[in-house]
């Protein structure tokens, strides 16, 4: 039996905000020099109120079909070079929401809201 075309599967893969927006949150925090992600006045009380950390925090994504634009809030180390970091995250986000995922990320932003010291560091560690 020949085929006619009427039996062709249609298949679309599509991700939540959340999956992107988690995946690139784990990986930006496991750069060193990276203290947090949304490191504002507001959720760091807030932090201290819940358990664990919300790795989508601090992340705004815009997904298209294939494509990706990201903005990050992040705290740095005091001392660590700013530049440095962003390239490193801005590689490693890109790279693991590609492999993840198969999309693009087009436009990447971080904008660095704070920084801490390793004094800061260790009395939040304390808390």
Known sequence: MANTGSDTLKSKLTFDDQVIKKIAGITASKV???VSLDGN???ELTNRFTSGEDPTKGIDAD???KQVKLKLDATIEYGKNATQ???EVTTKVKQ???EMTGLKV???EMHVND???KEEL???GQD
Do not use: M, Q, R
Request: aromatic letters at 12%.
């Open 63 to 65: 997904i298209g079909e």
């Open 96 to 98: 693991a929401i590609l």
């Open 106 to 108: 087009i436009e990447f």
């Open 115 to 117: 920084v801490k010291t």
């Open 122 to 124: 260790e009395d939040k």
């Open 32 to 34: 060193e020099g990276i």
């Open 41 to 43: 006045v507001f959720s």
């Open 85 to 87: 970091i962003f390239t």
